[in-house]
């Protein structure tokens, strides 16, 4: 029996993950160089688990049981997110913010070592020779050679080559606007389903985090939580994103210019921020040690034309029926959007991914 995991972001791991633990074998197929899809935590030390910021992202919340047990079964360590202190809500730029006692984010959890480190974790459980990276699917198809002992044929390319194999299953663990919009399914899915798929946003593919690291969290000593909403920008909201242990102080902040405003080439999102930073929380705000900007719309294995619409509120999301039994079960779909308790959050990716385990394990055994 063969099986196709395509995608090695945190639902695809998470399939891979069970069929492993169940004694079955499976290839894996992640596009991009590396694994983690929207979660990219990239370490300013080489050490890799240390010193990581999380670009994508960066939350999870008490009452999300999947991935708190996930995090202690791998031994990794989580911290709440820092809000002790005054939070700052700039509404004129020739005005001082003001300081309120409240917080945005308490409660919230982070991740020793950035979430990443649960991607990094969870691949060290993996057997390396069924993980292949730089491995794009183009088309899915079902086989037209009626001798064929496999069922669905898979058109990749690898390191600029194009190849194809023959797969039982197939599980498509990305974001079901990206996987129509990218991937030819010819007659497994009709208009209508790609039609249905298109219509689910995919969760943040059209923001963009900007992230500046400094020596210390300066705004600490001066009795600021590092939290700031602003209806003046570029940030729209801003977020202590330091270390653990306060080692080294680092801010993030939520663009809040549309993914077609950020599109202006005479626009410096770097500058325009750190002068924000620096209205904010005073003149070393602007010297960081390391500014940068991650916006995913550019990034190709995520974002989608359609993403450009900007979304005003969390999408309610739900898994349209269409994306069930296709081709009699051996075409299965898995990702944050295809929950309907979680839907485009991290917790969502591990639900949908038990959901479509399941499925599978039961129509294997
Ligand atoms: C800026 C930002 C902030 C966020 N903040 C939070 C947060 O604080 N808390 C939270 O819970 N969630 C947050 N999210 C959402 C969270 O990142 C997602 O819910 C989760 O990572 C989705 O995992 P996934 O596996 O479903 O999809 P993805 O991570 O999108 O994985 C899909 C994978 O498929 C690969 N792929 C794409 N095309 C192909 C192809 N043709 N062939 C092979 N592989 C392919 C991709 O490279 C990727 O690795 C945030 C996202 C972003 C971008």
Redesign the pocket.
């Given at each position: 029996m063969q099986i196709l995991i395509?995608?090695?972001?945190?639902?695809?791991l998470r399939i891979a993950t069970h069929l492993h633990a169940a004694g079955h074998a499976f290839d894996l197929?992640?596009?991009?160089t590396r694994?983690?899809?929207?979660?990219f935590s990239p370490s300013r030390n080489d050490d890799g688990r240390n010193c990581a910021y999380d670009l994508?992202?960066?939350?999870?919340w008490p009452n999300q049981p999947l991935i708190q047990s996930l995090i202690g079964t791998l031994g990794l360590r989580a911290f709440t997110q820092f809000t002790q202190g005054d939070l700052l809500h700039e509404t004129n730029a020739n005005q001082p913010p003001e300081r309120h006692k409240m917080a945005m984010s308490g409660g919230y959890k982070r991740l020793h070592g950035g979430v990443n480190a649960l991607i990094q974790a969870m691949v060290e459980t993996l057997p390396s020779s069924a993980l292949f990276l730089d491995?794009?699917?183009n088309s899915i198809e079902e086989s037209d050679d009626e001798q064929a002992e496999f069922k669905l044929s898979v058109a990749y390319e690898n390191a600029g080559k194009a190849k194809s194999s023959h797969y039982d299953h197939v599980v498509i663990?990305?974001?079901p606007r990206?996987a129509a919009e990218?991937?030819r399914f010819d007659s497994l899915l009709g208009d209508e389903t790609l039609g249905t798929m298109r219509a689910i946003p995919t969760?943040?593919?059209g923001?963009a985090?900007l992230l500046a690291v400094y020596e210390r969290p300066f705004w600490r000593e001066d009795s600021l939580s590092g939290e700031a909403f602003s209806q003046i920008g570029p940030l729209a909201q801003i977020h202590d994103a330091s270390q653990e242990d306060g080692s080294q102080g680092a801010l993030f902040g939520f663009v809040g210019l549309t993914a077609e405003q950020r599109q202006d080439e005479s626009l410096t999102l770097e500058d325009a921020g750190l002068e924000q930073l620096t209205r904010l929380f005073g003149p070393l705000a602007g010297k960081p040690e390391y500014v940068v900007v991650q916006d995913?719309i550019n990034e190709h294995?995520?974002s989608t034309a359609l993403d450009f619409e900007p979304l005003h509120a969390h999408p309610s999301y739900t898994r349209p029926a269409a994306l069930t039994n296709v081709a009699n079960g051996r075409l299965l779909f898995s990702?944050?959007e295809l929950d309907t308790v979680n839907g485009?959050?991290?917790?969502?990716?591990l639900r949908s991914a038990d959901d479509v385990a399941r499925q599978i394990l039961k129509a294997l055994n």
């Open positions: 395509v995608g090695g972001g945190l639902s695809g197929f992640e596009a991009r694994f983690g899809g929207r979660v994508g992202p960066a939350w999870f491995h794009t699917v663990a990305l974001p990206l990218s991937i969760w943040m593919a923001h985090k995913w294995y995520t990702s944050a485009g959050l991290l917790e969502g990716a």
